[in-house]
């Protein structure tokens, strides 16, 4: 929280709170049912990881952590900005773990 220069990329283990709210949390869900209870409660993830995208605002926030594919796009309230969130899967034979970013 004391980072105050503008930051372009940000890697963490964890994944966000709330971040499958804002992608295709059904289709995580299905790949992932054990996951089904916590997105209902929204408390898959990390809540301190959340309050750093909330003030940093980085347009793309890297995360691993839960061994599976899931994007997001999260919409920033006032300055319309946006942030693109990326989990990949595990390193192994038939698994999404590398996405190519433009």
């Not at 599976?68 to 969130?85: I, L, P, T, Y």
Request: charged share 25%.
């Amino acid at each position: 929280m004391q980072v105050e220069e503008p930051i372009n990329i940000f890697l963490s283990h964890d994944w966000l709170v709330g971040i499958t709210d804002c992608g295709d949390w059904k289709e995580l869900v299905w790949e992932k049912p054990d996951f089904k209870q916590e997105v209902q409660e929204r408390s898959l993830g990390s809540k301190p990881v959340a309050q750093l995208l909330e003030k940093l605002k980085p347009p793309y926030w890297f995360s691993a952590h839960l061994h599976c594919k899931f994007a997001a796009r999260v919409q920033h309230g006032e300055d319309g900005s946006v942030a693109n969130f990326l989990a990949l899967d595990n390193y192994l034979a038939g698994r999404k773990f590398l996405q190519l970013v433009c």
